[in-house]
Structure formats: C-alpha cells, structure tokens
C-alpha cells in the first residue's frame, strides 16, 4: 500500500509546489528549481541466510552429509527522489526526499527422504530455532517466504547550502541541513512437514521517527548546455527501533492450521544509523527553463539493526545481528527552472 501510494502520490507533491510557487518565481529568474530524478535501485548487503537444508547418508559407513544455505533476494524496483529549492544569492534554501519499497524473496522449496536404496537417508529444514526432519518419502518438508517479506526506505530532507567557489565554469557549496527517515524490514515465512505440522514465522523492524544532522558538498563544472555535478554528503538518523519475532507453531496442513503454541521475542533499543551518500549527475540545458539527463546514487546506510528470529540454527532466535546496507541506483532528471 505505501509502495503504491509513493508511486502514485510522489508526482502531484512536485507538480503542486511548483504551480504555488510559480506566481512568485516570476519576479526573478531561476529563482526556484524543481528536480524529479526516477531511479531504478538495487539494495546490497541485505540477503539474509533464512534456511539450512541439511542431506543425510547413512549408508555405507562413515555417513556423509550435504548441507545448503539458503539467502534471501532481495529484489530491484523503483525509488522516487524529488529536489525542491529556493536560489537567493550565495545562498539556497531546499527540500528533498527519497522513497524505496523493494521485496525479499526465497524458494519456495520442498524435499523429502528417499526411502530404502536411496542416497538420501534423512532430510532436516533448519530454520530460527526450529527444525523439521523427513526420514521417509511421505514425510514431505516445506519452506516458503509469504507475501509482506519486504524492505523499505524514506528520507526528507530540509537543507541551506553556501556558495563557497563560484565562476562560469562550475561552483562548489556547503550543504548544512536536518534529515527525517525512516527504515523498515519485515519477514515472513513458513516452514514444515506437509499436512503434519510447521512454524509461521513473523520478524519485523519498526523505526520510529528519525532525525539527525546532514552535511555535504555539491560541485558541479559547466561547459555550454553540459554540466556534470557530483555530490557527498553524510548524515545520522538516531531514533529507536522495535524489533520482534513472533513464532506460531501449528498441526495440520498450513492452509487450515491449527495453533499449538505462539512465541514472542522482543526488544527496544536507541539506535544511530550513519548514512553516506554519493551522487553524480549529468545534464544538458534545453532551453532557459529546462534541463535533461542521467546520472547514479549510492547510499549506504551502515549498522542496521534486524530482528532476532531470522538466523537458522539453535540460540538463532536470541541474537542480534546488523547488517550494512548499500544502496545503488541509476536514475534519470527532469529540471525545471523558475
């Protein structure tokens, strides 16, 4: 729903900001800009190891055993990021934002032991501190991320920026401003023997509101219609974070389960999340008022806590892990002058 909505909604804000603003933009030219950059994203560093898939042998002597891991993928998709900015002099004064929604996803996958003359002995799904072994060909096991599994970003900054260095060719300023975020992480998955019984297992990390110095460097070097511009800057969002996992253990069949016991972990902590950003851009002037072209964004967002209750193997459901996660777009503008 939030993804739509960012989607649908990320073009009227802009939209609207510049006709409000473009009663007073005509007094004075390029006086206001507007940037619209679509990007298509991919995040690193977050493809967490969700399962174990462990194959026995018993037979000859010694056994032997074949173990496999499995990681989520976490998927490309669409990030939106909108510029705002008032020009007076040596100074400007900003607003912008970046929204990202993408999906996790893994299997679904299913196994089960051969039975007499086969290679395969025993079958074991390990997941967060739980486990299911299949010894007979009836015994089927399954495992399946479920809808929800997703990952998603925002940040809205407000900003001023100082001209340091400025000539025809190019300019350097200091950017000084305060960032609001937010991240949030949920996973969702089951696991189990068909018809017999099975885990639904539930992890989230909810951010409260963050808010957090930035500070950064914007240059850029002009020849005619063509400017290259690059741009660093480097944040922290501190705020606190949920983190929960909750395990629901039934019999039966998972479409009609009946529920044994549930299990909640949960904890609270502050947190501080270092972001650096890094972005270079190149346009070409179309006419006074507008401006096209291509560019890349990276972001890395360093130490962020994920809930227990991920991690397979036992004491997996008590530990907290962190994860550093880099963010790498290519994106086009749009740029309007007023």
């Not at 944040?235 to 009946?258: I, Q, R």
């Not at 996660?325 to 002058?337: A, D, K, P, R, S």
Request: one cysteine or more; glycine letters at 12%.
């Amino acid at each position: 729903m939030w993804n739509h909505v960012c989607r649908r909604g990320l073009w009227v804000l802009p939209v609207l900001l510049a006709l409000a603003a473009g009663g007073a933009a005509r007094a004075e030219d390029n006086d206001w800009t507007l940037r619209l950059e679509p990007m298509y994203m991919q995040a690193f560093g977050h493809d967490q190891h969700v399962l174990n898939i462990r194959r026995f042998d018993f037979d000859p002597v010694p056994q032997t055993e074949r173990n496999a891991g499995v990681t989520l993928d976490t998927g490309s998709d669409y990030a939106y990021r909108f510029e705002f900015r008032a020009n007076r002099g040596e100074w400007s004064f900003g607003l912008d934002s970046l929204w990202f929604t993408t999906a996790q996803q893994a299997g679904p996958f299913t196994a089960a032991a051969d039975g007499a003359g086969g290679n395969v002995d025993e079958v074991v799904f390990e997941i967060a501190d739980r486990d299911f072994t299949s010894d007979d060909p009836g015994e089927v096991l399954f495992y399946e991320v479920l809808e929800d599994t997703d990952l998603s970003i925002w940040t809205v900054d407000i900003y001023a920026m100082k001209t340091l260095v400025e000539s025809p060719s190019g300019g350097l300023q200091l950017q000084l401003g305060l960032r609001t975020g937010d991240f949030d992480n949920d996973y969702r998955a089951v696991a189990g023997r068909q018809g017999v019984d099975g885990t639904l297992l539930g992890a989230s990390s909810n951010y409260g509101r963050m808010n957090g110095p930035l500070v950064g460097l914007a240059g850029n070097v002009r020849r005619g219609r063509h400017t290259v511009e690059g741009y660093l800057g480097q944040s922290v969002l501190l705020g606190s974070a949920e983190l929960t996992s909750m395990f629901s253990d039934f019999t039966g069949s998972f479409s009609a389960p009946t529920l044994v016991s549930e299990e909640l972990l949960r904890s609270d902590l502050d947190v501080a999340i270092p972001i650096t950003e890094l972005r270079l851009e190149w346009t070409i002037r179309v006419n006074r008022m507008v401006a096209v072209g291509l560019g890349a964004n990276t972001a890395a967002w360093w130490d962020i806590p994920v809930p227990p209750g991920v991690i397979p193997g036992e004491g997996g459901d008590s530990v907290l892990h962190e994860n550093t996660i880099v963010f790498v777009g290519m994106l086009g503008v749009v740029e309007l002058t007023f």
